[in-house]
């Protein structure tokens, strides 16, 4: 045996692997991503709402650019935040992007016009969010080595309160009205943020870069974009795809719950939609990589978007009921989180272990244009709000969907040709 994992880079005596400390950095990881996740899994709900009240006389074209900014930016900080993390503590880090973070969702409740909106919930909640995510989910990495994957699974845990929170804003719209329901979830989100501002410790003095220390945040963040990675079919592949993924993911879960209306639901049932969309995904976050350990990462994420592809087509499309509605939810919600929880050890596979912060935050950042464009694009389609224009946008969803499958198999292929029983 020897003092270095199996890719020979990291010294394995630098890690506690578990301790108090380090499961309190957990915790802490937890509590701050539940702020992250809850609130990117809850704007079906705030969109539902506003979409009827607030911006009733606004297209849904115009609606749009408001979570597809925040989506945005919740992916494509990370190639600042990412640097800056490596640069300077993580509480200098978390602090400017909570307090924006919370900000923004205490200026949402009471937004009443297109433009607040925008500013607040897409820009400032949008850019707080992005900040804080990356080194939320990379402080773990300075506390577990072997154990990393078990300790990152409870982190992720924080996508729990996306069940949670829908779930609280539909109970409590009918009784205080949206601006104290914001108020409330922006109130929890404060009491979270505390709680992890307060928990996560880094040890970058440690297991850091010294060389990192001192270099110029613009460098950092040019080093980090890799574009160099793109001359790579594989990674080119599954950039390609995860692009054409992120059109289908955020058309789903931004407007299954106003396509539940439209088909006759009432308010309150069509955000249990989101609900059902959400609870699965906690088995999507768990399951799939579980699998992938045994089948192979590409073989996984492309079963994955296949089942999202043929749910799409085969339930959400042809079945006008819901129930139909309803496995809809539970189907793709377990697809799309087993996506989203794929996609890192999917670049990891093709990365070496000192390139892959690099070329995963690259890839987001291009894919982060996908959130950009998907909803305005999607939103034209179902302008008039018909069913008739729903199904256009869910037929684009699925077409999107499809073609990220096309894309992850290519990629699969031009690492191992056509060969099926391949660990890959």
């Known amino acids: 045996m020897t003092n270095y994992d199996a890719f020979g880079h990291e010294d394995e005596t630098q890690f506690p692997e578990g301790g108090l400390r380090a499961w309190l950095c957990v915790c802490g990881s937890t509590f701050g991503l539940m ?13 539902l709402y506003i979409q009827s009240n607030q911006l009733k006389d606004e297209k849904i074209s115009n609606i749009a650019w408001i979570f597809s900014l925040y989506m945005f930016f919740n992916l494509s900080m990370s190639i600042v935040s990412g640097p800056l993390f490596d640069t300077v503590d993580i509480k200098k880090v978390l602090l400017p992007g909570m307090i924006l973070n ?35 989910i990379s402080v773990i990495s300075h506390w577990f080595l072997k154990n990393r994957g078990l300790a990152s699974g409870v982190s992720q845990c924080g996508s729990l309160s996306g069940v949670f929170f829908p779930l609280m804003l539909r109970s409590l719209y009918p009784k205080i009205g949206f601006q104290k329901s914001m108020v409330i979830m922006a109130s929890i989100c404060v009491f979270l943020c505390i709680l992890s501002f307060c928990l996560v410790k880094d040890r970058s003095d440690i297991v850091g870069d010294p060389a990192l220390r001192g270099v110029p945040l613009m460098r950092r963040v040019r080093e980090n974009l890799d574009l160099k990675s793109f001359k790579e079919k594989p990674y080119s592949l599954l950039t390609a795809g995860l692009f054409l993924n992120e059109f289908s993911i955020l058309l789903v879960i931004t407007y299954v719950s106003t396509y539940g209306e439209v088909r006759g639901m009432s308010q309150s049932t069509a955000f249990l939609l989101l609900t059902v969309l959400n609870s699965a995904g ?9 699998i992938s350990d045994k089948m192979g990462r590409f073989n996984v994420m492309i079963i994955i978007s296949v089942i999202m592809s043929i749910s799409i087509f085969a339930i959400w499309l042809p079945y006008y009921n819901n129930v139909g509605l309803f496995i809809f ?21 093709i990365s070496e272990t000192k390139k892959f912060g690099s070329r995963f935050a690259t890839c987001y950042f291009v894919v982060a244009f996908g959130n950009l464009i998907s909803m305005p694009i999607g939103s034209l389609l179902i302008n008039e709000q018909t069913v008739s224009n729903y199904n256009h946008m869910i037929i684009f969803a699925g077409c999107s969907c499809f073609g990220a499958t096309i894309l992850f198999t290519l990629a699969r292929i031009s690492i191992v040709g056509t060969k099926l029983k391949v660990f890959v």
């Open 35 to 47: 702020t992250v996740f809850g609130v990117m899994n809850t704007i079906s709900s705030i969109q």
């Open 102 to 136: 919370c900000i923004g969702l205490y200026a949402t409740a009471y937004s009443t016009k297109l433009w607040h909106f925008i500013l607040s919930f897409g820009f400032a909640a949008g850019i707080g969010s992005g900040i804080t995510m990356t080194p939320l």
């Open 282 to 290: 906690v088995l999507g976050k768990l399951i799939p990589p579980m």
């Open 329 to 349: 939810a539970a189907v793709y919600g377990f697809g799309f989180s087993g996506s989203y929880s794929m996609t890192p050890t999917a670049v990891s596979q």
